[in-house]
């Protein structure tokens, strides 16, 4: 089975500072990795996916992702957080297996906070 | 081009009152999902069309069906609602060409609360 598990419900950051988010996946085969942001009372949008073309992945708004096979992780990081990064943030495997082609499942979110 | 939208926005049901969500793409898109987003536990896969005709059943199908009515829309209805269902709602939309890296784009969500 495939699941993901993203470590703290809640990150506080300080404007400025640097932004962690981590997600861990259990994975039996090649896993397909995805970063979704949600601003407030909206709904998620695709920050970055790991396609196996790179281990470091860059998305929007500066965020990137690094695979680590060996850690089994796709942390989320971004160098200097701004206030409008302020969200949740989900971290998503694709399903394999036949008929379950674009199904993702979705870690538990990460609330972002920024401080000023 | 607005991507994805669901209507409504808001709504309150009493027990065992049903309605339905509406939701459309104008992407051309092939497969279409519907999610519930409740506090702590992410988005949970309730139904999911493939193709225009199908539908399958995600992770939490009880007490809802479908029906994918057309390309553009794909609709989630609850029979009998239940205090259990209330939650946030999303659909979403993919190609369905890019297989397992096709990205979902999200519609703004419908906020149900059941008395």
């Known amino acids: 089975a495939q699941s993901v598990t993203q470590l703290g419900s809640h990150v506080s950051v300080s404007e400025g500072a640097l932004v962690l988010l981590r997600c861990n996946y259990s994975s039996s085969v090649p896993p397909y990795l995805f970063w979704y942001v949600q601003y407030p009372n909206q709904g998620l949008q695709l920050l970055l996916k790991?396609?196996?073309?790179?281990?470091l992945v860059k998305g929007i708004n500066g965020f990137e992702a690094e695979f680590k096979k060996s850690e089994t992780s796709f942390h989320l990081t971004k160098p200097s957080a701004h206030m409008s990064d302020a969200a949740e943030y989900f971290c998503?495997?694709?399903?394999?297996?036949?008929?379950?082609?674009?199904?993702?499942?979705f870690g538990q979110g990460t609330t972002l906070q920024v401080k000023p | 081009n607005a991507g994805v939208t669901q209507t409504p926005k808001f709504q309150v049901l009493k027990t065992g009152q049903s309605m339905t969500l509406q939701c459309a793409q104008d992407?051309?898109?092939?497969?279409m999902y519907w999610y519930r987003q409740d506090p702590g536990m992410g988005l949970r896969l309730i139904y999911y069309?493939?193709?225009?005709?199908?539908?399958d059943k995600g992770e939490v199908p009880n007490g809802y069906n479908v029906s994918r009515l057309n390309k553009r829309e794909f609709s989630l209805r609850l029979e009998s609602a239940a205090p259990s269902q209330t939650s946030v709602y999303f659909c979403?939309?993919?190609?369905?060409?890019?297989?397992?890296?096709?990205?979902?784009?999200f519609g703004p969500g419908t906020r149900l609360t059941v008395l």
């Open positions: 992407m051309n898109h092939n497969s």
């Open positions: 069309s493939a193709s225009e005709g199908t539908t």
């Open positions: 998503a495997v694709s399903l394999h297996g036949s008929g379950n082609t674009g199904k993702l499942i």
């Open positions: 979403a939309s993919s190609s369905g060409t890019g297989g397992l890296v096709d990205t979902q784009y």
């Open positions: 790991y396609t196996s073309a790179a281990t």
